[in-house]
């Protein structure tokens, strides 16, 4: 009889290493290629912005709009502080969520358990479900103003 050999086997924790080895590797490269990218798009806008190529009232530089955000950081805005903005802003949107959250619970259990105004309300539904929220947004603001209590 003559001896037969198979192929070699890697031990399963090689396997394992190699796996983990490849997989650092790949997420490394990934990582490397995404900032390489964000510094060659910034860096192209940067320097199209500055050749002329590209309009500056459209896009301004990616070094003045740093320079201008420096400037509501440490000064604020015209309208005051950038942190009291962004507290009103946070403010509204929570708010605004809670509020949206209760009512369409509400609105959504008294659909789901009351057949009849559900049949009368759905094509209504369904109309306003096909407008853009943007469009909704900008009509909103239009007919509720900017304040607080409007949102």
């Known amino acids: ?11 399963v924790t090689d396997l394992a290493a190699k796996r983990a080895r490849d997989a650092r590797r790949r ?8 900032v390489l ?8 806008w940067e320097l199209t912005t500055r050749l002329g ?3 500056k009232f459209f896009f301004s530089q990616p070094s003045e709009i740093v320079l201008r955000l420096w400037v509501w ?21 929570v708010l605004g969520f809670i509020l949206g959250s209760v ?8 659909l789901g358990r009351i057949r009849l105004l559900s049949d009368v ?4 539904i369904k109309a ?4 853009p929220r943007v469009v909704l947004g900008a009509l909103f603001a239009i007919s509720l103003g900017l304040d607080l209590r409007s949102k």
């Open 128 to 131: 306003a479900n096909s407008i």
């Open 37 to 44: 990218f964000a510094v060659v798009w910034l860096g192209s």
């Open 53 to 55: 190529w590209v309009d």
């Open 121 to 124: 309300l759905s094509p209504y």
């Open 103 to 110: 009512l369409g619970i509400l609105v959504g259990v008294a």
């Open 1 to 11: 009889m003559a001896a037969t050999t198979g192929p070699a086997v890697r031990p």
């Open 73 to 93: 950081i440490t000064e604020g805005t015209a309208l005051g502080p950038l942190w009291e903005q962004v507290l009103v802003t946070m403010e509204e949107t």
């Open 27 to 34: 997420r490394w490269t990934v990582n490397v290629l995404r």
